[in-house]
C-alpha cells in the first residue's frame, strides 16, 4: 500500500509501521543542512528553530524548502528517506501523536525529542463562551476541512452539525461571516489566517479528543546528527528561547512529557525497520463479524468505481486521497470504528459534492470497503442508521 502524507496533516491520521533501513550522509562543509516545508503554515516557527540549534552547536545553517504538499499522487513517506539522503540531515516539522509511544517514523527515518506542541483546536467568539464541543448550543454548526479527522468528532456529539469546507480560507470566512458558531481547525493553519483585529474576535481552545494533538519533531537518519539535534534542543529549552519561537503556531511540550526525553538517546529508540511493542500481538484478533449482504457489496463496487475510484484508487489503494484498504489504514493502532470511517465516507465524499450521495448509496460504498478489508457478507443488510452507529472495530482482516 502506498502510504501518504501531508505535514498539514490533510486525511485521516495512521500510525506508520514499515519495515527499512536508515542511510543518511554528513553535512558538508560542517553545515547543518535541514529541509523545511514550504507547505507547511509552521514553517516559519521551523526555520527559527533549525536557525537556534544550528547556531547552539556552532555550525552553518543550510536550509532546503521542500513541497510536502505533493503532487495529484500526494506525498509519500519514503520521500523522506530521500530528503535525509541528498539534501538535509534534518526534517523539521514531522508531527507525531502525543498519546501514541509506539508511533513510527517514515522508513528508514528516526525521530528526535518533540520540540513543540500542536494539534487542531476549537475556536469559538471571544464572547461566546463554549471552550469545548460539549458546550455548544444544540444545533450549532461548527466548521471542519475536508478529510481531517474532526470530522470524527461529531460521532460523540451528534447535537452538532458538521459544515465541510475544501479549505482553510474558506472555514475562516465562514467563522468571521457568523456563518457558523465554531471551527475545528490546525493551529498553525488558523494562526496563519486569523490574526490582527479579527483574530482577536475569537479564541482557540485545546481539543480534547482522540487523534487531535501532536508533537513536531525533527526527522534523522545519522544518529550522530539526532544527538546533536536534542543536546541543542535540550539547551534552548532550559534557557527559555525555545518557547519563545513557537508562538502562534505551538506551545512548548509539557515538562512532565518530557523529563524522560531530555535525557538524549537514553530512552528506547525504534527506526521502522524495527518491530513496534507489541501491544496488541496477545490479543487473539476475532473473526470479522458479517455486516452487509453480498447484493450491498456488489452495489457498492460499481458505486466506488463511480464516485471514489478517481481520488481513492480502482482498487482503493490510494491516489490523490487515502487509500481506504490495508493495514495500515484499517489498524490496531490507529484504533478506528465503522462508524468513524462510515462518517468520513458520507460527510466527506465525494470531494466535488461531499453529502450528495443517497444513504443507501453510502452504505452500499461503506459494504464495498468492508469487504475490501476482509469482512464477510452475510444475510442482514447494513442500514444507514447501523453504520453510524457501529462500534465494530476497523481492522485489516486480509491475510498477508
Known sequence: ?????????????????????????????????????????????????????????????????????????GFALKHFRTLLHDDCDLVMGFPMETVSADAGTPPGTQASTPYARTGFVLVTPRHGGARQLSELPAGSMVAVLYQTTPNLYFIDHPKLQADVYLGEDQAVSALLSGKVAAAMLWRPSLAARLHGAAGARFVEHPLHEAHANFDLVALYADPKVGQRFDAALKSLRHSGRLQAMLAPY???????????????????????????????????????????????????KAKFEDHCSQCHGPNLEGRAGPALKGPLF????????????????????PATQPGSLSHEDYVQIMAFILSQNGYPSGSSKLTYEDAMKSTVPLRYHVKQ
Open 330 to 349: 484499517a489498524s490496531a493502532d490507529a484504533d478506528f470504528h465503522v462508524r468513524d470511517i462510515f462518517t468520513i465516507v458520507s460527510q466527506n465524499m
Open 1 to 73: 500500500m502506498k502510504k501518504r502524507h501531508r505535514f498539514v496533516l490533510h486525511g485521516l491520521i495512521a500510525v506508520v509501521l514499515l519495515a527499512a533501513s536508515a542511510a543518511g550522509s554528513a553535512a558538508p562543509s560542517g553545515a547543518l543542512r535541514v529541509c523545511v516545508d514550504r507547505s507547511n503554515p509552521a514553517q516559519h516557527m521551523d526555520r527559527k528553530v533549525a536557525a537556534a540549534v544550528a547556531a547552539q552547536l556552532g555550525q552553518p545553517l543550510r536550509v532546503h524548502a521542500f513541497d510536502g504538499s505533493g503532487d495529484d499522487e
Open 250 to 300: 505551538a506551545e512548548p511540550v509539557p515538562s512532565s512529557a518530557t523529563a524522560d526525553l531530555l535525557r538524549p538517546h537514553t530512552r528506547p529508540t525504534r527506526t521502522c525497520g524495527e518491530s513496534a511493542k507489541p501491544r496488541h500481538a496477545a490479543t487473539r484478533v476475532a473473526a470479522p463479524p458479517a455486516l452487509f449482504t453480498e447484493a450491498q457489496m456488489a452495489e457498492g
